[in-house]
């Protein structure tokens, strides 16, 4: 079984930015599509961007061009690269990861089945 650990979440100023790390322990790393997810307050949790195993990216329409991610196989860590940081950006941040037979491209929000605890982003005005 894989488990996910989140860190880099923290307090930062609109325009800002903030990298996100996920480390993950267990087998077939590399074979699984990994994804980060966040939910606001009231709001429902959202896919804010994906990974498949050879490297394919998605993002959501509102991080498009402000983020970046990143994956090492070598370390099994999965990576969010955050710019331009808005409020609207201010969420619990997700790190999410599919079966390894998954390979569906794009993934579906359903096909993420393993999940971290969570690290809290906030964006200060």
């Known amino acids: 079984q894989v488990q996910l650990v989140e860190s880099g979440g923290g307090l930062v100023q609109a325009g800002g930015s903030l990298r996100l790390s996920c480390a993950a322990s267990?087998?077939?790393?590399?074979?699984?599509?990994m994804g980060w997810f966040r939910q606001a307050p009231e709001k429902q949790r959202e896919l804010v961007a994906a990974?498949?195993?050879?490297?394919?990216?998605v993002y959501a329409d509102s991080v498009k061009g402000r983020s970046t991610i990143s994956r090492d196989n070598a370390v099994n860590t999965v990576s969010l690269q955050m710019n331009s940081l808005k409020p609207d950006d201010t969420a619990v941040y997700y790190c999410?990861?599919?079966?390894?037979?998954?390979?569906?491209?794009?993934?579906?929000?359903?096909?993420?089945?393993?999940w971290g605890q969570g690290t809290l982003v906030t964006v200060s005005e």
């Open positions: 999410a990861a599919a079966l390894s037979w998954d390979t569906t491209w794009p993934p579906s929000s359903a096909a993420f089945k393993i």
């Open positions: 267990g087998s077939i790393f590399s074979r699984r599509t």
């Open positions: 990974i498949s195993s050879g490297g394919s990216t």
